[in-house]
């Protein structure tokens, strides 16, 4: 299995700042690497997939980069509905395993 | 647009199966192109995939191996929905069940609402 490495577990900032969360694989897992957001009470959405490709839909301050072991998600100008739980996900194969979340709270 | 609605009993005892069912508008579970899994979520371990199943000119299924010895998931193609049992369960399957889509981007792409369960007597 691959295991994924996600952090900070949980970090407070405020409106307009930039923050960057990390997620590091255990093995190379190429580009197959997929970030979600998830608000409290509701299921997980996909933000990021294959490291760097915004989801149809999504802001674009929300970025993504990396490959190999190392990925990095960035949030560019948080904004108040950006508050919520961030998780990475390898599909490099199965099974699937995930990051174990990263908690942006406001300062 | 796609939507996954997910379906079955918030409360199981031990020892018996945990059965769900997640039905499928705007797409299909036949697609050649869509994985169909199901994940789970607890706040002590986080989310972990339990399996898929996925067609690809015949089915295929792949199970996590925590669970492989009790859990089936399968596809419906009559009702366009798959469905998942997990037997013997115990309290520490208590958690909130997902169905999800997996396209080619590999990312999961469109999520059930959830469905929490309690593994108790």
């Known amino acids: 299995d691959t295991h994924m490495t996600q952090s900070p577990s949980s970090l407070s900032a405020s409106i307009g700042d930039r923050i960057t969360i990390t997620c590091r694989a255990d093995h190379d897992i190429r580009s197959s690497l997929n970030w979600y957001q998830q608000r409290p009470g509701k299921a997980p959405e996909l933000l990021i997939y294959?490291?760097?490709n915004l989801q149809s839909g999504v802001p674009p301050r929300f970025s993504g980069s990396g490959s190999g072991t190392d990925f990095t998600l960035t949030i560019n100008s948080l904004r108040p509905e950006d508050f919520a739980s961030y998780f990475c996900q390898q599909s490099s194969g199965t099974p699937l395993t995930f990051g174990g979340g990263t908690k942006v709270e406001i300062k | 647009q796609v939507q996954l609605q997910q379906s079955g009993p918030g409360l199981v005892e031990p020892a018996q199966t945990l059965s769900l069912t997640c039905a499928i508008s705007g797409d299909s579970v036949s697609s050649n192109s869509a994985a169909w899994n199901w994940v789970r979520q607890t706040p002590s371990r986080g989310l972990e995939w339990l399996g898929r199943t996925v067609y690809r000119s015949k089915w295929y299924t792949e199970y996590a191996f925590s669970v492989q010895s009790r859990i089936s998931i399968k596809p419906d193609t009559s009702k366009n929905h798959f469905s998942l049992q997990l037997n013997s369960v115990t309290p520490e399957d208590t958690a909130i069940y997902y169905c999800a889509r997996m396209t080619t981007t590999g990312g999961l792409d469109c999520w059930g609402q959830g469905t929490p369960v309690t593994v108790s007597s």
């Open positions: 294959g490291a760097s």
